[in-house]
């Protein structure tokens, strides 16, 4: 059965041009900066090296547009300058979003510049399936005027290595044009201890190691062909100060939600939404489902629009 799963994720990952070629199985994620100019005049920022063994490629962010690619050094262009690459909505974004917030809960950015909606979806870890009914509801949306339906998947590397496939089930939706997937970084483990306080729980543990986490997270997605975006969520939307200054240095932007539906939290125009799709908040996706069909005409005419993440820092 997994051999038939890996099977059907490898023809997925070829097929889709939304994901990259699966990397191999010793690929590392080494965090770097360097900024450059493209061949066709973009300013693009590598954070990260991806070492194969027998080639180098690159991680690169399009400071501008926040679009992710893998390149290989023969297409990084001249070095671009500070006073060029600072000057950058990417570059603003990250210092804007992990600088100090007061509080331990929902830090970096929680409300888009533009006013559209974001639909970010959460995998944790779980033991349970996928909430199927949430990826057939938002997957049939035969009346949204602008298709496919932008999607963030805030996804772990457990929930990856436990569900292969459903994920195989995820990307055939992509591959269909049903949905278009921004894959954002929720960590390795979600670290989570029941019998902690908030303060001291998630990545507040003191024996968490944050930084391999993140990386292999990002190892274990790029080893898919799915391609990391410069966006990360906390798991339990919890840090600090010090986490959030560790995560400028991977060069990540911190994504909040300022409307997470099972908590009973309402989507304005900007909401970044919050829902979890491992199985573990049927409630949020009941809610969710109900606010899809309350704002049918409005997503219909174009009124309301749901907007990749990629679209949410300001310009």
Not at 256 to 268: M, N, R, S, T, Y
Request: charged residues 30%; glycine residues 6%; positive net charge.
């Amino acid at each position: 059965m997994r051999k038939k799963a890996s099977l059907i994720i490898f023809a997925i990952l070829i097929a889709c041009a939304c994901v990259a070629a699966p990397f191999e199985a010793r690929a590392a994620s080494t965090p770097v900066f360097k900024p450059f100019h493209g061949r066709d005049g973009s300013l693009l920022i590598a954070i990260r090296s991806i070492d194969e063994g027998k080639e180098t490629k690159y991680l690169a962010i399009d400071a501008r547009s926040f679009k992710v690619s893998v390149i290989g050094k023969k297409e990084m262009g001249k070095a671009a300058l500070e006073s060029e690459w600072k000057a950058t909505p990417y570059a603003r974004a990250l210092k804007k979003y992990n600088k100090p917030y007061p509080g331990s809960q929902n830090a970096g950015l929680t409300r888009g510049a533009r006013d559209g909606l974001y639909l970010t979806v959460d995998l944790c870890p779980s033991t349970k399936k996928m909430d199927a009914q949430l990826f057939k509801a938002i997957s049939e949306l035969d009346y949204l005027k602008e298709k496919p339906l932008p999607v963030a998947i805030a996804v772990s590397g457990m929930w990856i290595q436990r569900h292969e496939d459903e994920l195989a089930s995820i990307l055939e939706l992509e591959r269909k044009g049903a949905i278009s997937i921004t894959w954002v970084n929720h960590t390795m483990t979600h670290p989570y201890d029941v019998d902690k306080p908030i303060e001291e729980n998630f990545l507040l543990m003191p024996e968490v190691d944050f930084e391999k986490e993140i990386l292999d997270n990002e190892e274990t997605m790029l080893k898919r062909g799915l391609i990391p975006s410069p966006f990360f969520r906390f798991p339990g939307l919890v840090s600090d100060t010090a986490l959030l200054a560790r995560l400028e240095r991977l060069s990540l932007i911190p994504i909040g939600a300022d409307a997470w539906l099972a908590k009973g939290e309402v989507p304005q125009k900007g909401s970044i939404i919050l829902v979890h799709g491992n199985g573990n908040e049927p409630f949020g996706v009941k809610k969710l489902i109900e606010f899809l069909e309350t704002k049918k005409k409005e997503l219909e005419t174009g009124e309301l629009r749901f907007l990749p993440l990629r679209d949410a820092p300001k310009r």
